[in-house]
């Protein structure tokens, strides 16, 4: 995934891709590894499952939605060497949740990475907001986090550690939000949400990190996907949006997908209950960026 020279333009067209696919890195650093990427068949998820196939783990892209595009993300894996399979489920449903997980077992023999991308927003003013609107963003973007995090754990631990693969038994990628500190007005459910994430990783890491499990967030800030696509398809919305980051350029997936493989890989093992911000400094209080 070359990044650098994609030569970024100041505004982004909607119409270009939104994933490069380059020829297959060389190094392999998750090879013989299995990862789940859930929500992958769009936007982050697809950029993270591909990029754990080009760092040569076998990838399950789940959808919900988008079967066409998870196929084609599972031919990208395979063309890299890897092995994959494409599988719908509802994060927020159990039943869907564990029968993903039982195919998982079947077909690879278990899970070393898990990444809980699938996430979704329903906006509304404070007071004009559903139950049904809070319970869908709070079922998908945490309980959703929590069901595939507890199925990876018990995986995890049924496995243990296995010598030569990976120095942990496990590692959880949990995407969370620059929300999960930024408050964020109109989107209470999914500050909420994102809020819980954090929490509930660090939570999990502490209990698991004797078994050698690992639990870390990413917290993106202003990525080019379909969930915030008013943010960055017009000129005016684009400029708009720049004023919230000092990096002046709108995150790409690359951008996540390099540090997800960075903290599901071995270079990272030490770290475990952390949250990564790979934001374009967003969260640096932008206001003061000229003194205040
Ligand atoms: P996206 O809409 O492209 O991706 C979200 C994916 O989740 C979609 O593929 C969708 O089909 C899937 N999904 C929704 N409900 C699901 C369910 N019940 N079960 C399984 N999958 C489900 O948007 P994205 O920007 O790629 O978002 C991915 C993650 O990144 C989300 O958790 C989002 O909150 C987070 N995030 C995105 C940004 C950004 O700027 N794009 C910023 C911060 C955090």
Redesign the pocket.
């Known amino acids: 995934m070359d990044v650098m020279n994609k030569g970024y333009a100041p505004f982004h067209d909607p119409t270009l891709p939104d994933v490069v696919m380059p020829s297959c890195p060389i190094e392999k650093k998750l090879r013989g590894q299995t990862a789940l990427v859930?929500?992958?068949?769009?936007?982050?998820?697809?950029g993270i499952a591909i990029g754990l196939g080009h760092a040569g783990a076998d990838v399950v892209v789940?959808?919900?939605?988008?079967e066409d595009e998870a196929l084609a993300i599972v031919e990208e894996v395979k063309r890299c060497g890897a092995k994959g399979y494409a599988h719908r489920?509802?994060?927020?449903s159990e039943d869907d949740v564990q029968a993903m997980f039982a195919r998982l077992q079947d077909e690879f023999g278990g899970i070393d990475i898990l990444v809980n991308?699938?996430?979704?927003?329903q906006d509304a003013a404070f007071e004009e907001m559903t139950l049904a609107q809070w319970n869908k963003v709070i079922g998908?973007?945490l309980t959703?986090q929590f069901l595939c995090s507890r199925e990876a754990v018990r995986a995890f631990k049924r496995r243990g550690v296995r010598e030569g693969v990976s120095c942990s038994a496990g590692k959880i990628l949990c995407?969370?939000?620059?929300?999960d500190v930024i408050p964020w007005a109109g989107h209470v459910n999914?500050a909420a949400s994102?809020g819980g994430v954090s929490l509930m990783m660090k939570s999990i890491a502490q209990e698991v990190a004797p078994w050698r499990i690992r639990v870390n967030a990413i917290?993106?800030?202003?990525?080019?996907?379909?969930?915030?696509m008013a943010a960055w398809s017009t000129q005016e919305a684009y400029q708009e949006l720049m004023k919230l980051v000092p990096y002046k350029r709108i995150?790409e997936?690359d951008d996540i997908a390099r540090a997800a493989v960075w903290l599901a890989s071995d270079d990272s093992d030490y770290i475990t209950g952390a949250t990564l911000y790979v934001d374009g400094g967003m969260t640096l209080y932008p206001g003061f960026e000229t003194g205040g």
Do not use: E, F
């Not at 991308?117 to 927003?121: C, E, I, M, P, S």
């Not at 917290?219 to 915030?228: D, E, K, L, Y």
């Open positions: 859930t929500g992958a068949s769009s936007g982050i998820g697809k789940n959808y919900i939605s988008g489920a509802d994060v927020s991308n699938a996430g979704l927003q998908v973007n959703g995407i969370s939000s620059v929300h999914y994102k917290s993106p800030g202003a990525i080019r996907t379909p969930i915030n995150g997936t």
